[in-house]
Nanobody, 124 residues
């Protein structure tokens, strides 16, 4: 399984970006997540979505980011609005064929597949 992430870029604070992650294999019953890693910081979960569309968000992005998936295209999206400079990071999509329990969603080791990162830079 391969994941291909796209959609990063440079945007001013308050702007929007939409990240996409296309999977080469079916994830009709899988869990997909978006992580990010800023320089000198640990990789952290931003949002995740289970196959039955339960969604989870990092507190600091609630109300600003929306994760969604298109099962027909095996693609997951991260719509990011009202972006802040602190959202600047490399964003990675990750996936697991199967369910991840809630307490493990934010653990990178719970995911089996990773896409290449895409840089998001928010200028102040």
């Amino acid at each position: 399984v391969q994941l291909q992430a796209s959609g990063g870029g440079l945007v001013q604070a308050g702007g929007s970006l939409r990240l996409s992650c296309a999977a080469s294999g079916p994830f009709s019953r899988g869990t997909l997540g978006w992580f990010r890693q800023a320089p000198g910081k640990e990789r952290e979960l931003v949002a995740a979505i289970r196959w039955y569309s339960d969604t989870y968000y990092k507190n600091s992005v609630k109300g600003r980011f929306t994760i969604s998936r298109d099962g027909a295209k095996d693609t997951v999206y991260l719509q990011m609005n009202s972006l802040k400079p602190e959202d600047t990071a490399v964003y990675y999509c990750a996936a697991k064929n199967g369910r991840i329990i809630t307490s493990e969603l934010n653990r990178a080791r719970a995911y089996d597949y990773w896409g290449q990162g895409t840089q998001v830079t928010v200028s102040s």
